[in-house]
Nanobody, 130 residues
Framework: QPQLMESGGGSVQPGGSLRLSCSSS????????VAWFRQVPGKEREGVLC????????????SIADSVKGRFTISRDNNKNAVYLQMNSLKPDDTAVYYC???????????????????WGQGTQVTVSA
């Protein structure tokens, strides 16, 4: 059964860094775009960054885009079947559950999350606090 798994979450102080990893079982990530989303209680999931199957990172045109620009970087290593989200200079507002998801392509907006993204991980908690 195809699955995505996130790892690397945890608690960190403001200004710290974390690297999240997304891997798969039952299929390989090579042929897919992979996106990172985050969600806080009471809010919808928001796209953080996406990376194409060829390794081109793209940003979402949403409310958090400016906040993560320059601090978060997405990358992938197809040899390791993994996609990473490097998060630097973390802020308390980055606290959320982070999910990775596969898609046929990267998009700047999310119109139908259930249609556009078809495999999801279980999420990993990131907590930024002093």
């Amino acid at each position: 059964q195809p699955q995505l798994m996130e790892s690397g979450g945890g608690s960190v102080q403001p200004g710290g860094s974390l690297r999240l990893s997304c891997s798969s079982s039952g299929f390989t990530l090579d042929d897919y775009a992979v996106a990172w989303f985050r969600q806080v209680p009471g809010k919808e999931r928001e796209g953080v960054l996406c990376i194409t199957s060829r390794g081109n990172g793209t940003a979402y045109a949403n409310s958090i885009a400016d906040s993560v620009k320059g601090r978060f970087t997405i990358s992938r290593d197809n040899n390791k079947n993994a996609v990473y989200l490097q998060m630097n200079s973390l802020k308390p507002d980055d606290t959320a559950v982070y999910y990775c998801a596969t898609s046929s392509k990267c998009r700047q907006t999310v119109r139908d999350i259930d249609y556009e993204y078809f495999y999801w991980g279980q999420g990993t908690q990131v907590t930024v606090s002093a």
